[in-house]
């Protein structure tokens, strides 16, 4: 299973993105899946998850209620809309899979990211 994440772009503050991600050849299949983002020059950064039957959901502090995670009923595709975005929302976003909550060490894979950058 590959993981493609879609809909970045440039955008000023304030505005809104949805990202999509598809597991393309099958489904997910770990027991939580997500996103990450990394700004240039910058470590990983855990931005929200959630397990497969929906809930609960987790959000870094950074984005929390400006963000939210969700899936299709297909087992292949999910999203994160991005509202009141920031500059310092920029960097690629990653979807990801994790077999555990520990949101670094559990991660298990991911895919080509897609660049969103926010502008003041």
């Known amino acids: 299973v590959q993981l493609q994440a879609s809909g970045g772009g440039l955008v000023q503050a304030g505005d809104s993105l949805r990202l999509s991600c598809e597991a393309s050849?099958?489904?997910?299949?770990?027991?939580?899946m997500g996103w990450f983002r990394r700004a240039p020059g910058k470590e990983r950064e855990f931005v929200a998850a959630?397990?497969?039957?929906?809930?609960?959901?987790y959000y870094a502090e950074s984005v929390r209620g400006r963000f939210t995670i969700s899936r299709s009923s297909v087992k292949n595709r999910m999203y994160l809309q991005m509202n009141s975005l920031k500059p310092e929302d920029t960097a690629v976003y990653y979807c990801?899979?994790?077999?555990?909550?520990?949101?670094?060490?559990?991660?298990?894979?991911w895919g080509q990211g897609t660049l969103v950058t926010v502008s003041s």
């Open positions: 050849g099958g489904t997910f299949t770990s027991n939580y």
């Open positions: 990801a899979e994790y077999n555990g909550d520990d949101w670094k060490s559990d991660l298990v894979s």
């Open positions: 959630m397990r497969w039957r929906g809930s609960p959901t």
